[in-house]
């Protein structure tokens, strides 16, 4: 079972505005990441929050991370049609040994109007 | 991204048919990953790889087979196709010793008849 939860699972956005994007998961992690997926293309990594961190920038990225409601959040500010995209979260769990694994949820399809 | 390409892009292939998916990567990773990604289940782990001849399992592994002879190579093969495994494939690595990014490979597009 998927351990990340996005939500919403769409989000349509002026551009200029706002996006807030939710994930939940259901067990301890080492640390929570945000992708990104333009269409057709792979995943690029955005932003990496650790366990003991509540909120982290870059640029116009804020992600923000709950551990005791096991959610993170993340806002993209003045969005710009070219952030239309998936966003997915990851989050890294340790599988024993020296193996750490992502797992990853079913992200929110962005899409910014010009 | 690494420097990871993955061959085919694109790939039509009938069900019962052998098919084997190559990722390319020229950093000397140690650690490779192969995922699938279809709607509403995100990505979902296959195999990955550790270095050169260990591999181990993920959330999806049936039906699936990878071997990595070399550092730069990991293959994964479908031993019999079925109409299930019509998704699209990512290849991942990420540096020694820093598990925390994963740079993925542009993708595979497989569809089984």
């Known amino acids: 079972s998927q351990q990340g939860e996005e939500d919403p699972q769409a989000l349509s956005i002026q551009e200029g505005e706002n996006a807030t994007m939710n994930c939940s998961y259901k067990?301890?992690?080492?640390?929570l990441q945000w992708y990104r997926q333009n269409s057709g293309r792979g995943l690029v990594h955005l932003i990496l929050?650790?366990?003991?961190?509540r909120e982290k920038h870059s640029g116009r990225l804020r992600v923000t991370l709950d551990t005791s409601k096991k959610s993170s959040s993340l806002l993209i500010t003045a969005s710009r049609a070219a952030d239309t995209a998936s966003y997915f979260c990851?989050?890294?769990?340790?599988?024993?040994?020296?193996?750490?694994?992502?797992?990853f949820g079913t992200g929110t399809l962005l899409a910014v109007q010009p | 991204d690494a420097g990871i390409t993955q061959s085919p892009r694109h790939k039509v292939t009938e069900t019962g048919t052998p098919v084997t998916l190559r990722c390319h990567q020229t950093?000397?990773?140690?650690?490779m990953y192969w995922y699938r990604q279809d709607p509403g289940h995100g990505l979902r782990l296959i195999h990955y790889?550790?270095?050169?001849?260990?591999?181990d399992k993920g959330e999806v592994s049936d039906g699936y087979s990878v071997s990595r002879s070399k550092t730069e190579d990991f293959l994964l093969t479908l031993e019999s196709a079925t109409s299930s495994q019509t998704s699209v494939y990512f290849c991942?690595?990420?540096?020694?010793?820093?598990?925390?990014?994963?740079?993925f490979g542009p993708g595979t597009r497989l569809t089984v008849l």
């Open positions: 790889s550790y270095g050169v001849k260990d591999t």
């Open positions: 929050i650790r366990s003991n961190e």
């Open positions: 950093e000397n990773h140690r650690y």
């Open positions: 990851a989050t890294l769990m340790n599988y024993g040994g020296a193996t750490n694994k992502l797992i």
């Open positions: 067990t301890s992690i080492n640390n």
């Open positions: 991942a690595t990420h540096r020694d010793g820093m598990t925390d990014t994963q740079y």
